[in-house]
């Protein structure tokens, strides 16, 4: 006979979340969620809450990428649920197996005009991969459990449940609920096997590795087939890491150049989107490597596209007994590009300029970084240059907005690094337009005794806007901020610390100084507002 359990809505939903990993509770206040506060609170569940809604939710987007498990976050009813949209998008985006659980205005009186009575379902359901409203209190936990089964499943993502008012008051039992079921999804091995032969026999094979790969805990399997089939790697997203920069077959800097002289392009756990040319490589044949077939790209058709658990594919390649091709030469060449890279962003990031050059706060930045530092990106042309100069040295340290690229990130994504790692350095880099969005945040991180350190690369423009609308036009309107804004007055004055930077050579004692604080510092850095990061349109 199964195990019951006895509560109110709020302990029967906090026992399925403990079942399935969850450890935290990101949330901002609201009376329609109280129960869920009261389970935490009376048995010691950490609740950590913010001041705006999307920070709770990338908070919770934060925990999921790091850690690989659901991430939760807990939104009242109406606007507590639709200011938590942009993040449930990004984590759509992104791939994280995040659950908000909502608050909803009773069912016994919808329709009669209760306060904040909304259907937030038809709202979020375009965005999660499940949303449901629960209206028995004792089938809140098989609820639960079976939304996070989703969430985690390949191709992850997030997922919603609202609970109405007299449902999570109210007291019921249910059998006690217990971890997720998560299959693993076979690949077809005629597809892995025409990708293995593929890869092996081109003589200038390049490998992309993307965030899927560290979702998939795939790291190990990808070193193991890049490092036997003997194929450069490039990384983005979460992928950044997988191999460390010391590692022979990373390139970060050789990257048009390995695309440009490609044979066989390898794309691993990151969609062809705007970010890799659409998947248009030119002559080069394309083999796409995701974790679910929905995943398979439907703009372009590649050579081939292994669908299923990441870890069994990239194994399966490292298995391969068949014909090789000697890819040392092209490694060299690739080796040489990426020498050559490396010494041109060294002479741009020791640059000596009036205004300071974002270049040259990345040099300053890469000498006080330690290898295991969380490195959270939350801007526009600022977090561009970050992308090109630093290298994260671990898989799983690298936390940018996404292909979906919403501002606002930030705060959220720095207290869920925080939670997860106490022990890490934690660094916001942000563009002095994205401190508009979540700067308020710093708040909750002084309060909750949360340190970590925020750089905002302050040019005073939405530089991603000015420049090109110039270009275009001939003229810009909507582009300009406040020229030098003192952003970091602004954390003084919510309890943590910060100074202004205008000289180049006074950036490195800044940094060293906002790191040993213990307290949420921001080192507001005024830079050149001509200098904005060379890249095309992908207004496309």
Known sequence: MSERI???????ALAALRAAGVEEMFTLSGGHVFPLYDAAHKTGFPIYDVRHE??????????????????????TAGPGVTNGISGLTSAHFNASPVMVIGGRAPAMRWGAGSLQELDHVPLVAPVTKHAATVFATGEIPGAVRNALGIALTPHRGPVFLDLPLEIVFSHDEADAPSAPDVPV????????????????????PVIIAGSDVYASDAVAALREAAETLRIPVI???MGRGALPPTHPLAFAKARRAALKGADVVVVIGTPLDFRLSFGDFGSAQVVHIVDAPTQRATHVTPTVAPAGDLRLILSALADYTGTRADHEDWITDLRTAEDAGKERDAQEMAADTDPIKPARVYGELSRVLAPDAVTIGDGGDFVSYAGRYLEPSVPGSWLDPGPYGCLGTGMGYAMGARVTYPDRQ?????????????????????RQRLPVVIVVG???IWGLEKHPMQAMYGYDVAADLQPGLRYDDVVKALGGAGETISKAADLGGAL?????????????????????????????
């Open 235 to 237: 990384a983005n997203g």
């Open 185 to 204: 999804i076979e690949p077809d091995p005629d597809d892995v096997a025409r990708a293995a032969q593929l890869i092996a026999e081109a003589h200038r």
């Open 54 to 75: 999307q920070s709770a939710v990338f908070a919770a987007e934060a925990v999921a990428k790091l850690r690989r498990r659901p991430g939760l976050a807990v939104l």
């Open 6 to 12: 006895e509560g109110h809505g709020g302990e029967l």
């Open 426 to 446: 934690i660094c916001v880099l942000m563009g002095d337009g994205a401190a508009g969005f979540s700067l308020m945040d710093v708040e909750s991180l002084v």
């Open 512 to 540: 060293e100084r906002a790191f040993a604080s213990g307290v949420p510092y921001l080192v507001n850095v005024l830079t050149d507002p001509a200098d904005a990061y060379p890249r095309s349109s992908n207004l496309a």
């Open 458 to 460: 302050n040019n005073g």
